[in-house]
């Protein structure tokens, strides 16, 4: 055998070696994709779907790890952690506490590609909660903090293009001692709090792309003029580069454009084009090129969809939520997002794309992420199902009392400089990440008066920064006029305490029936819901019930609603299935029809006086 295949022969082993010590940490309960985790490459699927390359490495899989006190060098490592799951989850193979007194290292090696030789690389990370500190063979390539987006680091210049290079990430996570946002993680979790989750928590991969490269997409749709709009950010660009644009239907070119860099290229799409909507989710597939002359630069796959969120007034002068011009009641699950066994990493992308089947199985043309933030491939999902996402901001510590029923005055929370800080510099990330989904129908700056602050500024800014959507400018209040709706909650049931003439008024909470499934608990002797039940079939009952109210109160001035909600989380045990997601706790063939008749409820009043 040659030196080369020894190498290899040796890899394997240690690869192989390393795969067999791994296990889940801990005896909590876990899904049934609990078992389908590749130790080797976890969630080995491309991504970034809105800006696809032929060519990448996934670096997921078992890394060293050590926890040390903040300050300290790594030294020696514990032992290994399976990424991209955060070290308190079972599925990292770890399951401990980090601490804001502790900092997390991780370290492995990678070989680049010999393919890759003349080309810059990227290092991507798909999320790391919170402030991460990167090097490539010792050599600080950047840092970064914020625990719900995306970024990259052009680490070209400190690769070794032949052998390994050595990877390390430092990672400090503060959790509830820290002004970050934070959503619902608490180093005491009860009640609708839940276990911290720290350091990388997405996916960690290398991407070759030429020393003049397309950074990023960005699409708008404009149903009215029939325009898609297609801006591509490239860095470097040169006098002669120009981006050209092919929108497509299949193997049918529908539309072109064509647009200097950093000039957006506006394709006119047909007259019989297709919109997007929950009963048709019509996705145009693109090509984005970047040329020099007669010269391919670079090129990427992505998609865009033609649809159009606005507000109207109905013939009874109601204002509602729309979708392409036409009223839409817009219903759905509160869902939190959250993994037993990956607590905010899904165990593989055919879990992370259950929630968003059973959503629309359900009958829900909607969904509220709560004060979390996906994965692009969950996006995805919901673009290709046919589910509209009101996206809330993750919450931050601390905040004025709850005043739900007052209205223009309630009390906002004085923040720090730095807290402020935070808050607009990840929520504008998150914004900038998403908006090109199409999916993307509402914008939830605040819940509640969870670190709600300074709401009429947020909302317009918000709203400046994003026209194409709708904003929602604190989803249950305090509540300040402005935005484009109300928001109420009310628990268990329906219940319409404020309207605004001016605005759509929508209830952004409401449900939360308990049922506590035995075999199917994250602890066995402390559960909660807001009410509680011990068959599907009095779950089912007061579903029906509830729900029924809200579909009777619709005429009355309700344009939204969202149950809570789509699974159980830890001890609160109030969703429509249990955690570990083996128990639906519902009648599911009721519980879809009268979500349908919630969701089709203005198509027949679908007459619009005039447009706000």
């Known amino acids: 055998m040659n030196k080369k295949s020894l190498l290899a022969a040796a890899a394997l082993l240690l690869g192989s070696s390393g795969s067999a010590q791994w296990q889940p940490a801990g005896d909590k309960i876990k899904t049934p994709w609990a078992e389908k985790v590749d130790p080797a490459c976890p969630l080995n699927e491309y991504p970034r779907p809105l800006a696809e390359r032929a060519r990448w490495k996934n670096l997921n899989g078992l890394w060293n790890y050590s926890i040390v006190p903040a300050g300290t060098?790594?030294?020696?490592?514990?032992?290994?952690?399976?990424?991209?799951?955060?070290?308190?989850?079972?599925?990292?193979?770890?399951?401990?506490?980090?601490?804001?007194?502790?900092?997390?290292?991780?370290?492995?090696?990678?070989?680049?590609?010999?393919?890759?030789?003349?080309?810059?690389?990227?290092?991507?990370?798909?999320?790391?909660?919170?402030?991460?500190?990167?090097?490539?063979?010792?050599?600080?390539?950047?840092?970064?903090?914020?625990?719900?987006?995306?970024?990259?680091?052009?680490?070209t210049a400190a690769l070794h293009r032949k052998g390994e290079n050595t990877l390390k990430v430092r990672v400090w996570d503060p959790t509830e001692r820290g002004e970050q946002p934070r959503g619902k993680q608490t180093s005491a979790p009860g009640g609708i709090w839940y276990t911290p989750v720290s350091g990388i928590w997405q996916t960690v991969w290398l991407e070759p792309v030429p020393q003049r490269y397309i950074a990023g997409l960005r699409t708008t749709p404009d149903i009215d003029r029939r325009t898609l709009r297609i801006e591509a950010d490239v860095p470097d660009a040169e006098p002669n580069d120009r981006i050209e644009v092919t929108v497509m239907d299949g193997e049918r070119t529908v539309a072109t454009a064509v647009a200097l860099p950093g000039v957006a290229a506006e394709a006119a799409m047909p007259a019989d084009m297709k919109l997007w909507s929950p009963d048709s989710p019509f996705l145009y597939d693109l090509r984005v090129t970047l040329k020099s002359g007669k010269e391919t630069v670079d090129e990427v796959k992505s998609y865009a969809a033609m649809r159009k969120f606005s507000t109207a007034r109905d013939a009874d002068g109601i204002v509602r939520l729309?979708?392409?011009?036409?009223?839409?009641?817009?219903?759905?699950?509160?869902?939190?997002?959250?993994?037993?066994?990956?607590?905010?990493?899904?165990?593989?992308?055919?879990?992370?794309?259950?929630?968003?089947?059973?959503?629309?199985?359900?009958?829900?043309?909607?969904?509220?992420?709560?004060?979390?933030?996906?994965?692009?491939?969950?996006?995805?999902?919901?673009?290709?199902?046919?589910?509209?996402?009101?996206?809330?901001?993750?919450?931050?510590?601390?905040g004025p009392q709850w005043q739900m029923e007052q209205y223009f005055d309630g009390a906002e929370w004085q923040r720090s400089?730095?807290?402020?800080?935070?808050?607009?510099?990840?929520?504008?990330?998150?914004?900038?990440?998403?908006?090109?989904?199409?999916?993307?129908?509402?914008?939830?700056?605040?819940?509640?008066?969870?670190?709600?602050?300074?709401?009429?500024?947020?909302?317009?800014?918000?709203?400046?920064?994003?026209?194409?959507?709708?904003?929602?400018?604190?989803?249950?209040?305090?509540?300040?006029?402005?935005?484009?709706?109300?928001?109420?909650?009310?628990?268990p049931d329906p219940e319409m305490y404020l309207y605004d003439a001016k605005r759509a008024t929508v209830?952004?909470?409401?449900?939360?029936?308990?049922?506590a499934a035995e075999g199917h608990l994250w602890e066995p002797d402390r559960n909660w819901g807001y009410v509680q039940f011990k068959t599907p079939a009095e779950v089912t009952e007061a579903y029906l019930r509830y729900t029924g109210m809200l579909l009777d109160m619709i005429p009355r001035g309700f344009s939204a609603g969202v149950y809570t909600q789509t699974s159980d989380v830890e001890i609160e045990v109030n969703g429509l299935m249990t955690y570990d997601r083996k128990k639906i706790k519902i009648d599911e063939t009721k519980v879809r029809e009268i979500n349908q008749a919630i969701c089709r409820s203005l198509e027949h009043k679908d007459k619009t006086a005039r447009k706000q």
């Open 417 to 491: 400089p730095e807290s402020e800080a935070d808050f607009r510099k990840e929520w504008q990330e998150i914004m900038d990440y998403l908006y090109s989904n199409p999916c993307i129908g509402v914008w939830v700056p605040f819940n509640e008066a969870w670190g709600q602050f300074e709401t009429a500024e947020i909302a317009q800014w918000t709203k400046t920064h994003d026209p194409t959507r709708l904003v929602n400018p604190a989803s249950g209040g305090n509540h300040y006029p402005c935005g484009d709706m109300l928001d109420l909650h009310h628990y």
């Open 73 to 155: 060098p790594a030294g020696a490592y514990d032992g290994q952690i399976l990424v991209p799951f955060a070290v308190e989850s079972s599925l990292s193979g770890v399951g401990k506490r980090l601490g804001a007194e502790n900092e997390l290292w991780y370290a492995r090696t990678f070989v680049v590609p010999t393919d890759w030789s003349g080309d810059r690389i990227l290092l991507h990370f798909g999320a790391v909660d919170w402030k991460a500190d990167v090097w490539v063979n010792d050599v600080q390539v950047g840092s970064h903090t914020g625990g719900y987006t995306p970024f990259t680091f052009d680490i």
């Open 507 to 515: 209830l952004g909470e409401y449900g939360g029936i308990g049922m």
């Open 322 to 398: 729309q979708l392409n011009n036409r009223d839409l009641f817009m219903f759905g699950p509160l869902d939190q997002g959250w993994w037993p066994d990956g607590l905010y990493t899904a165990p593989t992308d055919e879990a992370l794309e259950y929630d968003v089947i059973k959503t629309k199985q359900w009958g829900f043309n909607m969904i509220r992420k709560h004060v979390k933030v996906e994965p692009a491939r969950w996006y995805t999902h919901c673009d290709r199902h046919g589910i509209i996402v009101w996206q809330d901001m993750p919450s931050s510590t601390g």
